[in-house]
């Protein structure tokens, strides 16, 4: 069974640009999480699709945005990148059913972003 | 949402040696509590979780324990090898699954 697959795994932007980053969750799973990952700040809650619906979404700016497609891959742009956007970013996917107590989440290896 | 504290920021143990991480959270509706390693350079991990309705939970080296009252649970990690390295991630459910901010574990052999 393939697991999550984040794409790309590396990119090098310079500010004011926009990023689009994919996750591909494991298959049957319909819930897919974005996390922001830097030093120090630990996995920081960006949003929750489920059934190609924002279900939850964290505490991040405008300039972040995602959509899931029907076959519940999930895109996340940012928009107007700024230097501190400069993180890891993780998606996770679970079978979304009966909310976060429910699901254990299976994260992708990532999507490192740079911004110049 | 869910306010997860996690202590220590950083631990350093010698091999054979236990080690313990302990984590707070706010909401008293949580009924789920995982745990996940990060090992450097690659994706977080579940490594063992623990459901409201048990106090202890054990897995080889590992166990974690919850204190509903107190609101807080623990990992505890016993006969630590250099392999046990890496950053540990307690969690919790709020509106998402919310992290602490990790522990970074450096076991010397």
């Known amino acids: 069974k393939a697991g999550v697959t984040q794409t790309p795994r590396y990119l090098i932007k310079t500010r004011g640009q926009q990023v689009t980053l994919s996750c591909s969750p494991i298959s049957g799973h319909r819930s897919v999480s974005w996390y922001q990952q830097t030093p120090g700040q630990g996995l920081q809650f960006l949003f929750e699709y489920f059934s190609e619906t924002q279900r939850n979404k964290g505490n991040f700016p405008g300039r972040f945005s995602g959509r899931q497609f029907s076959n519940s891959r999930s895109e996340m742009n940012v928009s107007t990148l700024e230097l501190g956007d400069s993180a890891l970013y993780l998606c996770a996917s679970s079978l979304g059913t009966g909310g976060f107590g429910a699901n254990v989440l299976t994260f992708g290896a990532g999507s490192r972003l740079t911004v110049l | 949402g869910e306010n997860v504290e996690q202590h220590p920021s950083t631990l350093s143990v010698q091999e054979g040696d236990s080690a313990v991480i302990k984590c707070t959270y706010s909401?008293?509706?949580?009924?789920?509590f995982p745990w996940y390693k990060q090992e450097l350079g690659k994706r977080p991990q579940l490594i063992i979780d623990i459901r409201s309705n048990v106090g202890e939970k054990k897995d080889q080296r590992i166990a974690v324990t919850l204190n509903k009252t107190a609101k807080h649970f623990s990992l505890h990690i016993t006969e630590t090898q250099p392999e046990d390295s890496a950053v540990y991630f307690c969690?919790?459910?709020?509106?998402?699954?919310?992290f602490g901010k990790g522990t970074s574990l450096l076991v010397t052999p």
């Open positions: 909401d008293s509706a949580s009924n789920y």
């Open positions: 969690a919790a459910p709020g509106y998402a699954l919310n």
